[in-house]
């Protein structure tokens, strides 16, 4: 076996080790708290909704591009459940489907047809869902319908979610829209000569992304029980990290696997948990999660490998190029 594919294979189980090491870890930090069936139920029911919200901006960011605005677009699908489903459950669930899927829609259409940078773009409609938000909800939050709680059950979130990862991997590994996406993430130009629409693919993988934080919004609002200015608006941060974590490489394209939001999620969610069974103030935990994320961006980059392979050699005996001296 060549020394290719065996890093491959390493770079492909690298997550998977990394997320039982961290089990094994805070079990032995926490005295098996952390691995009690009470709090690993619990801790798959956190997943739900960032898993989600992950497999959206997965999508988006196999294309090379940027969603900034899925955390507000949670907000507003989480508002859209708790207000309308107070007139009617059922178009209160359109509406909030809607309107993820219409906030995606604009997202691929400023960065597709009006080509705007996808950080200025969705940055710009978070600030707009924000500011919206502030106003319809600042002086206090709305209350989810109590006849929604009957959907805070696992065994009717389970299947949900898993139903649309199935879906979301079919797509990505076994479609032309999927191979597609990894084709415009790795060369875009390339892509275009191709003859593939750029701008379709665009189009979909944000309105997926939307339709995605709309049903992480509605899980979001029976879990809750209100929509609040702050609901869900932590989740832009949260998906980057577990994302990273999860082993998705810089700039997407051909090498972005789908495991990486799913590992990434659960990754995410057990630090989470462990933290908090540890009693670390969540200041702290803001302080970890940033740290673990710049040092995991610095650890993927390309070029820190590079440096870092070539400052091995250099130690451990290997002669320098002369293009390296140049």
């Not at 080790?17 to 009470?38: M, N, P, R, V």
């Not at 178009?91 to 219409?102: P, R």
């Not at 047809?113 to 002086?139: N, R, V």
């Not at 997926?208 to 899980?219: E, I, K, P, Y």
Request: aromatic share 10%; proline share 2%.
């Amino acid at each position: 076996m060549d020394k290719t594919k065996l890093k491959r294979i390493g770079t492909a189980l690298a997550p998977f080790l990394g997320l039982i090491l961290l089990i094994a870890l805070f079990a032995i930090l926490t005295d098996g708290a952390s691995i009690q069936l009470s709090n690993f139920k619990l801790l798959i029911n956190q997943t739900f909704t960032l898993v989600l919200v992950c497999t959206g901006v997965f999508g988006v960011m196999t294309l090379g591009m940027m969603d900034l605005s899925c955390g507000t677009v949670v907000c507003i699908c989480c508002f859209m459940v708790a207000k309308v489903c107070q007139v009617n459950i059922f178009v209160g669930l359109v509406t909030a489907l809607l309107t993820g899927i219409g906030m995606g829609a604009f997202n691929g259409f400023t960065t597709s047809i009006l080509k705007m940078p996808s950080f200025l773009a969705t940055l710009c409609l978070q600030y707009i869902i924000t500011g919206l938000m502030t106003q319809l909800i600042a002086s206090a939050a709305v209350t989810v319908p109590a006849e929604l709680y009957f959907f805070d059950e696992f065994w009717y979130k389970l299947p949900l979610v898993l139903v649309l990862l199935i879906g979301a991997y079919f797509l990505f590994r076994h479609t032309k829209l999927g191979h597609y996406m990894r084709m415009v993430g790795s060369n875009e130009t390339a892509a275009i000569f191709s003859g593939i629409n750029v701008r379709k693919i665009k189009m979909i993988s944000y309105t997926m992304a939307g339709g995605l934080c709309a049903v992480s919004g509605f899980l979001v609002a029976i879990r809750s029980g209100t929509a609040a200015v702050t609901s869900g608006t932590d989740m832009m941060f949260n998906s980057m990290i577990a994302l990273t974590l999860g082993g998705f490489p810089n700039g997407g394209g051909a090498k972005a696997r789908f495991s990486a939001p799913i590992v990434g999620s659960f990754m995410f969610c057990v630090l989470n948990n462990g933290l908090s069974i540890l009693g670390v103030s969540s200041t702290t935990q803001a302080f970890i999660k940033g740290a673990i994320f710049l040092f995991m961006v610095i650890l993927m980059a390309e070029n820190v490998k590079t440096a870092v392979s070539s400052g091995i050699k250099k130690i451990f005996g290997g002669k320098e190029k002369a293009s390296e001296i140049n």
